[in-house]
């Protein structure tokens, strides 16, 4: 199920109080820090999972895009929002991280990795079959359009912020999207259409 994005003047005041936090932590309040952290590691962490390969990997590439931001706090000066520019050090994040394991192939010490990592999600959780549906939903989309995707229809970003977090034009953002939802939308009527009979959804 994907979760709505907040009304545009609530999101705005939202992003106003995290930028603010933002300004306030780079300035030495460690209680600005606590709140910034807090009210974008949901964002962060759902956007470097659906962006990287390796779902696996999620949380470190979260706490690694802190880490980065914390580190680079000093430099923001607040012309973007903060959470467009935290976005911006997590796409850097997952790319550094895809060019570093593609470096460094991984060595299992199992015959069958896939089904040992398949036995050790969680199940039975509520929302868990949507979850992986629309994580297989997405990751069957080239890589620009499911981030364009992920930023402007799961987190919430307008279309001139996903556009700077890319780095690339709005209309190339808008283009993305719409490529994206018709894809999406023509996967679920083909997987509809291959249920068999009498098969409750």
């Known amino acids: 199920m994907i979760t709505p994005a907040l009304p545009r003047s609530r999101e705005a005041s939202t992003d106003q109080a995290i930028t603010a936090w933002a300004l306030a932590a780079r300035a030495g309040d460690p209680e600005a820090v606590e ?11 759902r956007y470097v999972s659906y962006l990287g390969a390796d779902p696996q990997a999620a949380d470190d590439l979260a706490q690694e895009t802190f880490l980065r931001a914390l580190g680079s706090l000093h430099r923001f000066e607040g012309r973007s929002s903060a959470r467009t520019w935290l976005l911006s050090i997590a796409r850097r994040t997952v790319v550094d991280h895809l060019r570093y394991a593609a470096a460094r192939p991984r060595v299992s010490d199992t015959h069958d990795w896939q089904s040992a990592a398949e036995r050790a999600q969680p199940r039975g959780l509520p929302g868990f079959d949507d979850g ?7 990751a069957a989309l080239p890589d620009e359009r499911r981030e364009a995707f992920i930023l402007t229809q799961l987190l919430g970003l307008p279309y001139a912020d996903a556009a700077h977090v890319s780095n690339c034009p709005v209309g190339t953002v808008r283009s993305r999207v719409a490529r994206a939802r018709a894809a999406l939308v023509e996967r679920l009527r083909a997987a509809e259409r291959a249920e068999p009979a009498g098969v409750p959804a």
Do not use: K, S
């Open 35 to 45: 709140h910034f952290v807090r009210a974008l590691h949901l964002d962060v962490r």
């Open 132 to 138: 992986v549906a629309l994580a297989d939903l997405l």
